[in-house]
């Protein structure tokens, strides 16, 4: 009985030390993380807006922008007016791969290869569509997977749906907030894409640039 009651007692000695030297910040965020809410299947996760940049004589491309909104975040995520210059949520894949495919009639169609598509926080946003690299600065929140996908064109207007599965997300405060893409969207986003087939001005490497614009939604999974 005596035994017990020592091991009782070192035993909460241990707990009241090990929370003494729990940093406070932690403390107050734990609640906050908690709190946050999953973003149910198949409602809109975020809006956003890109340009694709394309080396057309190796088919390697880039796609990268800038996020308009996101599920659950009710303040602007703009620094200023709503452009790339001044979002804090950007994007970018890896360099891809478009391998072309006979046509389906009048109906251009490529593979995309497989790879990631990683979301970025900056607070200080410096968006450039003259150097897509700015759009993957910043503090890397999430990182999705993909594999190889369809990706048909049809007169002026491409258009890209595939899901991506949730590799790795961080922990990220804004607007007094701390989020992280694993509790919002555990299980992956299904994006729909729309992309215009004329082309901009591209940058070194890459010569040729196009619009693109669409949305993601959040993915059922098994709990």
């Known amino acids: 009985m005596l035994l017990n009651r020592l091991t009782a007692r070192a035993f909460m000695i241990v707990v009241v030390t090990l929370l003494a030297l729990v940093p406070n910040n932690l403390a107050r965020l734990a609640p906050v993380a908690v709190?946050?809410?999953r973003i149910p299947a198949s409602e809109v996760v975020w809006q956003h807006v890109g340009r694709i940049y394309l080396n057309p004589n190796t088919g390697k491309a880039v796609w990268a922008g800038y996020v308009v909104h996101i599920n659950g975040i009710t303040s602007s995520l703009?620094?200023?007016p709503p452009s790339e210059a001044t979002a804090y949520f950007t994007f970018s894949t890896d360099v891809l791969s478009l391998t072309?495919?006979?046509s389906n009639g009048d109906m251009a169609l490529s593979l995309v290869s497989a790879g990631t598509f990683g979301?970025?926080?900056n607070p200080n946003p410096n968006g450039d569509w003259s150097n897509p690299a700015t759009f993957s600065s910043g503090q890397l929140i999430a990182t999705f997977t993909r594999k190889e996908s369809l990706f048909p064109e049809f007169g002026p207007v491409g258009f890209h749906s595939l899901s991506e599965s949730?590799?790795?997300s961080q922990s990220?405060?804004?607007d007094g907030q701390i989020y992280n893409l694993n509790r919002m969207v555990p299980h992956g986003i299904t994006f729909a894409q729309f992309f215009s087939t004329t082309p901009l001005a591209g940058i070194t490497g890459y010569p040729i640039a196009f619009a693109g614009t669409g949305s993601t939604t959040a993915v059922e999974g098994k709990e």
Do not use: D, I, T
Request: proline content about 11%.
């Open 166 to 168: 949730l590799q790795s």
């Open 172 to 174: 990220f405060w804004f």
């Open 100 to 102: 072309p495919m006979p």
């Open 119 to 121: 979301v970025y926080y």
């Open 35 to 37: 709190a946050q809410q």
């Open 78 to 80: 703009f620094s200023g």
